[in-house]
Structures are given as C-alpha cells and as structure tokens.
C-alpha cells in the first residue's frame, strides 16, 4: 500500500503499484430506455464488458475473456455486438453476444487475417456496417450486412483508410469518414444504402477535418464538426436536399457534437487548452438550454445518449480521477455518478498539473502542463511526451506522472508543435521536413525549466510512447548534452525502416505525416535516431509489444542492440501477448515498476 513519507502536503505516498492498479470505467453503451450503461472496465486486468444499473443494483460482469473486448447495444434485439482482437494484432473480429453472464459469443464477421473496424447499426437494428481491408488487404472498404440473413454488400470502395460515423435516422445513408492523401485532412462521403450510390459532401482545398454526422431527428439536415477554411474545429448545419452547409457555432477552441435519436438535445464539447467544457442547445435554433455539470476540472469523453434524450451517459478523468461514468439528467444537467472502480489511492494523495507556456526557438508558444512536488530543494524532472503526433496531452490520470511527482520529481507534460486541439497551422509546424522542429521543442522546454524555482533542469529525463518514443530517442541522439536517460514504450528508432515494415495498410497514412520513402527517404534517414546512435550517451529502457502492428517490435530490437554494442546501458522488454503499448495489467506491473527502477538506478536517486 502508500509509504510514509515525512512533512508535505501529502501525508502519505501512493505507491506505483497501487497507481498502476487504479482500475477506470469507460461507457460503452447506454440503453434505449436510459435505465443500463454498457461498461468496459479493467476490473479484472483486462477491458471486458459489465453491466450496471443506473442508481441502482451492482456492477454485473457479461464476459470474461482472454482478450480485452468491447461492444455496444443492437437497437431492438438486446443482444451485444462484441468486438475482439487477438493478443493485441489489432485485427478486430464481429461476434454476437447475448448479454448473459457466462455466455459464449457467437461469430459474426470472422476473418483472423482481416480487419473489421467501426461496426455501427442502423436505428431499426436491422443492418450493420463496418469497413474491412479483405479485398486488397491495404484498402478500408465498407460493407452493410442484413443480420437477420446475413446477406452482404460492398457498398464502399474508394480504397484508403475509412471510418464508419453512422447511418442516418431512417437508414437510408450511411456517412463514411477517408482519408486524403494530404496529412490532417479527410472528405466525408454519403453513401445510399440502397444503392451503394455515394457523393463528397464537403469538397474543400484546404487540410481540414471534417466530423461525422449529428442528425436532427427528421433527417433532412445534420450538424458536424469542421476546420474547412478555419483554424480551429467549429459546428456547421448541412441541409440534405441542397446539398450545402454554413457555420452556426464557432470558437477559438476544437468543438464537437452530438444530437440524441429523439432531436431534443444537442450536445456541445469544448477542448478549452485541454479542459472539457459540455453544453447543451436545442439542435434546430441552437438556443443554449444549459450546461452539464462535471464531476470537476479535467476530460469527459465517450458520450451515450438514451433514445429519447433524457439521459448522456459519459466518461470522465482529471489528473486526480482515474476515470470513471457519470450520467447526466439532460433536463437539469446534474450529474450522477454510476461506476466507483477500486483503487487504493485517494484523490487528495494526487498532485494537479499547473497549465503554463514556455516560448521556441521561433518564438512558437508551447503549452506544458508541469507537475510539481512539495520539496525543499531542486528536484529532477522528468518529460513525458506524447504520441500521435497528431494528438493532444491533455490533464488525464496518469499513474507515472503521479507516481514520479509524488515521488520528487518535477513532471512537465508539453504539447509541442504538431499536436492537435490548437488550431492546424500548428498541427501541421511539424509535418515531413519540420520534423525535427518539435524536437527543438524539447530543448526550449528544459531550458524555461531551468528558469522555474524548484527544478533542476540539468538531471531531466525523457519519457514517451509511440510518436513519443521517437521524441524520445531524438531527443537523445539529437541534443546527447540535454538529456540524463530515457524510456521509451513502442517507439520509431528509423523512420526509413518503420515505414518499410509498418502494416501495408498503415504506410500509406503514415507518409502524410512523416514523408514518404519515395521521395523523401533522405530526410527520412538524417531524421531518424538510428542513423545518430553514435550520439548517444544517456541510459534508455525500451518496452515493446511483440504484435504491435503500427510500430514493429523490430524498432526497439536495432537500437537496443546498437546501444549495447556501443556499451551505453540499455534494457528491453519484449511482451509477447502485446500490441502497440501494454493492455494487460500483469505486464503494465512488470515493466512499469522496472522501468522505474533503471531510472533511479542511473540517476543515482
């Protein structure tokens, strides 16, 4: 359990097994009638699905499977769609399940070599949807399945990566999300159901992203969200018949949106500097009819409403709550909270991160959220950094920032350059040869922290995964004198040999970020931190997931092995039962404790 620790704000020290073992609760589901939320939970080490009463009873556990799993609600059936991968390959596969304790799920669309991704239903719960590369292998085609005879239809194939928003109220279209080949940029197509008939809905010339449909309940218009001639993400109304669309809510922050089957609410979320903000509007004048209260200052997420409105379920975290849901009374905007997961350590055992900004190089504002320990003296600090790129850190619990802060250490979380939820000029500051812009990002980071009373700059280390782990080793291979060790989970060590042996149906996607090998390759070499492992001096821990289909285990593997080569102390940890980044419980408490202890090991703490 905690330990003591001596005078401090805290009184007593979470351990990090006990943080680790923060167990969250995530809404996959709310029924029709409001009166069950569908949950995924890691109760038992892995996600699986329950079943929990609202304001009532006890949490019911549906499965118990040997891979995490999730699933929603079939309208007008009751039973489950379930969706599985095996031993974290990503390749997702369709099973029925009927909701019953203990019961054996019933294969539905099962292809172990294939991918099937973001299965929806139609509102009658007649048709299912979901997009599937097993014609080429590489393409995301979309297919409608009758379920009552199993019939099929290609219905989508204009190649490329898609994703499936949902079909309209009276089931007629079906709105499908692709991928451009120009980086943070998609179109939104409609496709006739019936036909397999399809149009762009929103031609545009400039990289934008461009949301799925929120259908007002008659369905002759829907609301979405969009950056299409904007800098951040705003709310427009399209109109069916005429085929056009204008904005009617817009921010300086990312907003995005959702409509209830019944039409009566309009849910409205605010990404304010990575803060959630709910509102909710009548969807046809847009009238704001209030706010939701939220349990406290952090991220909502995974919104569900009931069929007629009445009730959003939703899940919520900060930086001192693990995660858990809530359900909101639409007519008050009063919360209720329906899961409490187990965990050993109070939220006043937690630190909250202060939100600064520190200047670039190029005098670019960079948002950080830092951590700070109660300590009389300088403290280490350690930097964690997230994937993505294209994503954003935003003040959710993480159990080694709160681990290490509680600890004495300082923590600064930044989103450098490149990260989303700030507008896409900044987006895209480090897209293909302004890569190693935000790698800089870094330096200018350690050094505002040099400035800050209480932290010792000079004993920083570098944490990150995936596009994070790759920061990671940039950071040390490009700026060696900066750093005093590093841990990276599921990193890129060689952006030339992640993109030659990254999944085919990844490499594509991954060009419009990175460059592509074709043209590119050059640059692609001098930025990747293999070619400048000569550099490199500080420790590093790697920890990597055998199957991990996005970035290969091979990665880890060749900087490990040039690193020790080099006699620079380096330590991996390769879990066979692993994807991309660690979802077993067991494994997260091997590796994560480990990693720990090499760092305070090398840094002589």
Known sequence: MAQNRGPSRLTIVPTLRDLLEMRTAVPADLSADGSTVLVNTDLGGTMQLYRQRVGEGDLVQLTDLPEPVTGFFLPEDGRILLVMDERGNELEQLYLFDGEPGAVPEPLVVEPGFFHRTPTASRDGRLIAYTSNRRNGVDFDVYVRELGSGEERLVFAEGGWCHITGFSPDGEWL??????????????HLVEVATGESFNAVPHDDDSEIGGPAWLSEGDAFLFATSVGRDTVAVARYDLAARTWSYVIEADWD???AIDDAGRNLLVDWNDDGYTRLELRDPRTLELRRRVELPGRGVAAAYSFSRDGTRLAYHFTSALVPGDIWVCDTDTGASERVTTSPGA???DELVEPELHRFGSFDGESVPVFLYRPESDGPVPVVIMIHGGPEAQLRPIFSPLAQYFVTNGYAVAAPNVRGSTGYGKRYEHLDDVRKRLDSVQDLAALQDWLAGVEGVDAATATLYGGSYGGYMVLAGLAFQPERWAAGVEVVGISSLVTFLENTAVWRRAFREREY???EHDRDFLREASPLTRVDEIRAPLFIIHGANDPRVPVGEARQIHGSLTDRGIPCELLVYEDEG??????????EAYPRAVEFLERVLGR
């Open 175 to 188: 709105a499908v999300l692709r991928l451009t080949e120009r980086s943070g940029d998609n179109d939104l």
């Open 255 to 257: 907003l995005h949106c």
């Open 345 to 347: 350590v109070a939220e």
């Open 515 to 517: 460059g592509s090998l």
């Open 580 to 589: 991309h980044g660690l979802k077993r419980l067991t494994n997260r408490l």
